[in-house]
């Protein structure tokens, strides 16, 4: 399978077997073969140089999967990690639809702000259907919905309209860790970036 060879290295950070078997099935059958050539962004005005051109997204997950680690370090969401990890490298698997073919008339009208919570729902309907969601695959299918933050629709899925405060902790973590992935440094701070003591 394509998620064992790419992600690999993601995969192994995830130490419970049932969420890494869950999330390799979950890119097994619903994963379109875009995915793995795709840029980051179909107009390039919101991702960093390295999140565009051919294999994008792929780059701009792996990153966003390091930020996520990160992030549940300084949070002490150390615990949560399994579930961040697999949020983190499903969260843009069909950020452009199902019929994706590179050109922008292919693309879903406005599927920026959907993508998330579409991926989420059609995981729960196909991967479960009318059996119940296990506590931790919710997490999972929430941080993945909300993964826009405020951007997200519809509304109701905002982290911030969320009762329980743990899902919402998390959810702004998977959203904060696909933001900084997605943010461009301005040529001073790479200048800087760049220097060698």
């Known amino acids: ?9 993601e995969l192994r950070l995830i ?9 390799k099935k979950c890119f097994e059958e619903l994963c379109p073969n875009y995915f793995w050539d ?4 179909s107009s390039g005005k919101y991702h960093p140089p390295f ?12 990153v966003a ?22 949020a983190l490298i499903m969260h843009d698997m069909k950020k452009f639809g199902d019929n994706y073919d590179g050109t922008t008339s292919s693309l879903p009208k406005d599927n920026t702000n959907v993508h998330g919570v579409s991926l989420a729902m059609e995981i729960a309907n196909k991967m479960f259907g009318k059996e ?26 905002c982290p911030e309209e969320q009762q329980d405060e743990d899902l919402k902790r ?5 959203h904060t860790a696909d933001y900084c992935a997605s943010r461009k440094v301005p040529p001073y701070v790479q200048s800087i ?5």
Request: charged content about 25%.
């Open 193 to 197: 970036m760049d220097t060698k003591a």
């Open 132 to 157: 119940g969601i296990p506590q931790e695959i919710k997490y999972i299918l929430r941080g993945i919905a909300t993964h826009m933050g405020k951007w997200t629709k519809p509304a109701e899925f």
């Open 38 to 41: 795709c840029a980051a962004s």
């Open 170 to 174: 998390f959810c702004m973590l998977t």
């Open 1 to 9: 399978m394509k998620v064992e060879e790419i992600f690999s290295e």
């Open 65 to 86: 999967v390091w930020w996520g680690i990160e992030l549940s370090r300084m949070y002490g969401m150390e615990n949560d990690q399994d579930l961040i990890v697999s």
């Open 15 to 23: 130490k419970n077997d049932t969420i890494r078997e869950f999330t």
């Open 51 to 62: 999140a565009l051109g051919k294999g994008g997204t792929v780059r701009h997950t792996k």
